[in-house]
């Protein structure tokens, strides 16, 4: 709970009585330990993990290659 407070990820919205819930959050790391993605759901919403990865396969991408991924990409479609 601590970690959860300390960067923010306690749902305020939820009018519950008792505690109020821990986010659900997402962080995906570079090798160079900068922070490429946050995404953070409401506790009573759910993950969809294939976003997850395909945002995961974009950021491979342009880490490799100059290109842009557009909205609803997938990997081995087509480029900016």
Partial sequence: ????????MIDGTNPQAGMPLTC???????????????????ASSGRNFGEILRAIDSLQLTATYKVA????????????
């Fill in 1 to 8: 709970r601590e970690v959860a407070t300390r960067f923010g």
């Fill in 24 to 42: 659900r959050a997402v962080f995906v790391f570079a090798p160079d330990k900068t922070l490429k993605l946050s995404l953070l759901y409401p």
């Fill in 69 to 80: 991924t557009p909205a609803n990409w997938m990997p081995g479609k087509s480029c900016m």
